[in-house]
């Protein structure tokens, strides 16, 4: 996936992290002024092929009358089976089954890049980690190819292990889906260093922040991950199109019901002025 720098960026949010969920959620972001959401691919998974093809049309039918798009699909369910097993294993088996419906998802919606999370029982903590991961991705890596779709890992790896990862698979067909506030949580001591360092690998960007050691209980830039510091290496290095943010909006403390959207609000501004590029 050929990113070139110094194309205007685009302002997105994640469905996971929205009070809105399913159709109408894309319609709330488009509502509010983002003009992307990601959506995890489970949203499209029907046992009834047709229920399934309704889906997909009820999608096609808000991103044509709202003018939103989808940037980047995500396989949610690796957070429960994560790609660190044996593909000849059931557990290794189920996490590539999931993530090949995600290829087919992607590619039948027109999408270009699928985020595949290593947190939780995907986390990669041990050397057998790391390895199967990249076994695992070079197998994506594979089926996406002819598909138009491209493998973006979301991990906390320090600036030596991204960079091994990228070159085990070696493939045009995978990057990295960099996160402003994940790397910190795993006490990377210089996420601004490591984000240079990887940007020409970089599709996409999650933005999000908190304090105490805890996955976006902050606003961005009002919590511990080094926001100012990291949006300064973004706007110098960033060669992909999109900013997409991930506060978990539906989680203490936002999840107020007569304030959500105004914390939404908050994050969209805050985005605009650290990057002022998605100004256009």
Known sequence: MKMVNGMSWKLGTCMWGMPDKGMPGAVKAAELGFEGISMDVSLFECEDTGEREDRFAQWEQVKEIHQIVCPSVSVEILNEYGLTKPASSEAGRFALEASFRGIETAEKMGVHVMQLPSFNDGAIVTEENFRWTCENLKILCREAEGTGVNIASE?????????????????????????????????????????????????????????????SNALIGAGESGFEETAAAIREAYRGEWILIETYYDRPPFDKENEIYSFVKKDMETCRKAFPRLNG
Not at 174 to 180: E, N, R, S, V
Not at 189 to 201: G, M, S, V
């Open 155 to 215: 991990n906390n790896l320090d600036l030596t292990m991204s960079l091994r990862m990228i070159e085990e698979i070696g493939s045009d067909r995978f990057g990295i889906l960099f996160d402003t506030q994940n790397y910190y949580l795993n006490g990377v001591e210089n996420t601004p260093d490591l984000f240079r360092k990887i940007a020409p690998y970089v599709y996409q960007i999650h933005v999000k922040d908190g304090v105490n050691g805890t996955v």
